[in-house]
């Protein structure tokens, strides 16, 4: 099994940034790509961004492209998202998830292993 526990969330005015982090414990070696995917209340869970470990190819929602920036730690099995210039529509519940697929998905459907979540809270 895999475990993935995020951490960094938190509340910040809007402009501000925040560095979110997931670290991957357990049978890491299935994983092939990673996902941030985030929930507001009352809404249904969004794609945010995605990497895949091996070459480090990202693909990113266009509502956050130009601000937020997913990278990964190979040796440290972790991946972050860097969030600037945030919004209040940023406010969310961020989940960091595990793909054994090659490719990069943006349906979480397509995830195998989930963290925690970890709450954002931007404000206006």
């Known amino acids: 099994q895999v475990q993935l526990v995020e951490s960094g969330g938190g509340s910040v005015q809007a402009g501000g940034s925040l560095r979110l982090s997931c670290a991957a414990s357990g049978r890491t070696f299935s994983i092939r790509a990673m996902g941030w995917f985030r929930q507001a209340s009352g809404k249904e869970r969004e794609f945010v961004a995605a990497i895949v470990w091996s070459d480090g190819t990202t693909s990113y929602a266009d509502s956050v492209k130009g601000r937020f920036t997913i990278s990964r730690d190979n040796a440290k099995n972790a991946v972050y998202l860097q969030m600037n210039s945030l919004k209040p529509e940023d406010t969310a519940v961020y989940y960091c998830?595990?793909?054994?697929?090659?490719?990069?998905?943006?349906?979480?459907?397509?995830?195998?292993?989930w963290g925690q979540g970890t709450r954002v809270t931007v404000s206006s």
């Open positions: 998830a595990g793909t054994r697929r090659y490719y990069i998905s943006r349906a979480g459907s397509e995830y195998d292993y």
